[in-house]
């Protein structure tokens, strides 16, 4: 199945829509979720994980965040890496609590993929950031957010280069380290190879019991458009690359793309 059908296919099954109408070509956010599930993951702390992303997205705080944005809309798509990589939901657009909760649900029954037992943080990147070319709206931000409990020891592409390259794409790469006594250290590994781009952070969970917490703070912050302590300036670049962006979503001629960026003013969004 393609990627457009496969997308579509998916929203009609949670009953939410994937296009849009006319004039309504924006999200506040394209947020891809990358989920480490290699061998360290054991079931216990799967379903710790798959259950702290499921209860962030109906939280109060996303649900506020989703609304107070400039769109009220954001989209967001989720794969699952460990060797290899699995798209476990393409692409989304969600307008608010009850996309968010139908999301959830579909999470919790959706199986775990099995995608061998190594750890490839760069496959994961690499693999998030290819996502972007079939995002059905532009978004304000690229976000990529990747979690895992281990350092990079299979794959052919370096974490730190497959983040570069995203980067280099206008996309934001964020990290949630999970520590455990098998990975000391892996909070300064995940700054150092993963974290990269405009407004890019990480926040750590002090092991999987934490998990919960530090990934509804996490995406409340990415979604709102805000680190840690402030909220995102968009720069003068990436407000040139969005406006191409909107120019190819809406089929305009490359001569009617905006050539000043820099005359524009782009709003961030705020909880």
């Not at 199986?111 to 972007?132: E, N, Y």
């Not at 919960?212 to 996490?218: H, P, Q, S, T, V």
Request: hydrophobic residues 45%.
């Amino acid at each position: 199945m393609s990627r457009p059908w496969a997308a579509a296919a998916f929203a009609a099954a949670l009953g939410m829509p994937l296009s849009v109408s006319a004039g309504s070509h924006r999200a506040d956010v394209a947020l891809v979720l990358a989920i480490d599930v290699s061998g360290s993951v054991d079931e216990n702390r799967f379903k710790l994980q798959r259950e702290g992303i499921a209860a962030a997205l109906e939280s109060e705080e996303v649900v506020a965040a989703v609304l107070s944005g400039v769109n009220q809309a954001i989209e967001i798509a989720v794969i699952e890496w460990a060797e290899e990589q699995r798209v476990l939901v393409p692409w989304i657009v969600l307008r608010g609590r009850d996309d968010l909760e139908a999301l959830a649900t579909h999470l919790r029954g959706a199986g775990r993929s099995w995608v061998h037992t190594m750890t490839d943080p760069g496959g994961g990147i690499s693999a998030a950031a290819q996502l972007f070319a079939a995002e059905p709206l532009v978004g304000l931000r690229r976000v990529i957010d990747v979690s895992g409990d281990g350092r990079q020891n299979a794959g052919e592409v370096a974490t730190a280069d497959a983040r570069d390259a995203a980067v280099s794409d206008g996309i934001t790469v964020n990290g949630l380290p999970i520590a455990s006594e098998r990975e000391p250290g892996i909070e300064d590994w995940y700054q150092a190879n993963v974290v990269g781009g405009p407004g890019a952070f990480l926040v750590a969970a002090d092991g999987y019991d934490a998990f919960a917490a530090a990934f509804r703070r996490k995406l409340t912050l990415e979604i709102a458009g805000m680190t840690p302590g402030r909220t995102l300036p968009q720069t003068s670049r990436n407000i040139e690359r969005l406006d191409r962006r909107v120019c190819d979503k809406e089929r305009q001629a490359p001569k009617a793309c905006p050539r000043d960026a820099s005359k524009r003013t782009a709003t961030t969004a705020s909880p």
